[in-house]
C-alpha cells in the first residue's frame, strides 16, 4: 500500500539550516505537504507543492521534490529555536502521513 | 470562521467499553479525515468521509467505524476498547478531496485503563 517514511530525529544549531527529508510510494499523489506539530498543539499546514513542480520557496522555507526518485525535502533557513517541533510530510490522495521528524534546535 | 472542533478534548475509558468522538468541520468544508495519533505509530490514517460516504478507509479493524452527518460533522466511534487504542485522534477538514489544505482541529486525547 502507499506509504510515506521520514528521518525521526534532527538536531541542529540555531541559524544553521535544516533539511527534513521524505520519501513516498503513490506515484499519482498531486499535491505533497508539510505540517508542523508544535507540542500540545494540533498539525498545522506549512506549505505544499503541487506535483508538477520541483522546488517552491515560500520565505525561509524550501521545497524540494524529485517525483522521479519520489523524494521530498524541506529546507529551513537560519533555523530558529521557534521552529523546534515535528514536520510532516504527506501525500494528499489518502492524505497518509509520514510518522514525522522531530527538529530540536539548540543554541 | 471557526476552524474544525473536536470534542470532548480528553477522555478516560476503562477496556471493554466504547466511545464516540465528534468533529466540526469548517463551515462550507465537506471532507473529513480521521487519524489517530501515539508515539510509537505516528500519525495512522483511519478514513476519510465526503458527502456522507466513507472514500477511504486505513488499515484498522472494524472496531473502529465512522459516520459523517449531512451537515458535514463526522463522529468515529470505537468499540471494546483495548488499552492500545490509548491515542490522541486528529480530525481534518477540507472543502474538497483534492484542495491544497485541510485544517486539523486540536484532537482528543483518549486514555484506556
Known amino acids: 500500500g502507499e506509504d510515506v517514511e521520514q528521518s525521526l530525529f534532527l538536531s541542529v544549531r540555531e541559524g544553521d539550516s535544516s533539511v527534513i527529508n521524505c520519501t513516498y510510494t503513490?506515484?499519482?499523489?498531486?499535491?505533497l505537504y508539510w505540517y508542523k506539530q508544535e507540542p500540545g498543539a494540533g498539525l498545522q499546514l506549512l506549505t505544499y507543492?503541487?506535483?508538477?513542480?520541483d522546488m517552491k520557496q515560500d520565505q525561509r522555507l524550501t521545497v524540494l521534490l524529485n517525483k522521479k526518485d519520489k523524494h521530498l525535502s524541506l529546507r529551513i533557513a537560519d533555523t530558529q529555536t521557534g521552529d523546534s517541533a515535528i514536520y510532516f510530510c504527506?501525500?494528499?490522495?489518502?492524505?497518509?502521513f509520514g510518522a514525522g521528524t522531530r527538529l530540536a534546535v539548540h543554541p | 470562521k471557526a476552524g474544525v472542533t473536536q470534542t470532548p478534548r480528553y477522555l478516560i475509558k476503562t477496556r471493554g467499553q466504547q466511545v464516540t468522538l465528534s468533529c466540526s468541520p469548517i463551515?462550507?468544508?465537506?471532507?473529513v479525515s480521521w487519524y489517530q495519533q501515539t508515539p510509537g505509530q505516528g500519525l495512522q490514517f483511519l478514513f476519510e468521509?465526503?458527502?456522507?460516504?466513507?472514500?477511504n478507509k486505513g488499515n484498522f479493524p472494524g472496531r473502529f467505524s465512522g459516520r459523517q452527518f449531512s451537515n458535514s460533522r463526522s463522529e468515529m466511534n470505537v468499540s471494546t476498547l483495548e488499552l492500545g487504542d490509548s491515542a490522541l485522534y486528529l480530525c481534518?477538514?477540507?472543502?474538497?478531496?483534492?484542495?491544497?489544505?485541510?485544517?486539523f482541529g486540536q484532537g482528543t486525547r483518549l486514555t484506556v485503563v
Open positions: 481534518a477538514s477540507s472543502q474538497g478531496r483534492l484542495n491544497t489544505e485541510a485544517f
Open positions: 503513490d506515484s499519482s499523489s498531486t499535491y
Open positions: 507543492i503541487f506535483s508538477n513542480m
Open positions: 504527506a501525500e494528499r490522495e489518502k492524505l497518509i
Open positions: 463551515s462550507g468544508h465537506r471532507s
Open positions: 468521509y465526503f458527502s456522507e460516504t466513507q472514500r
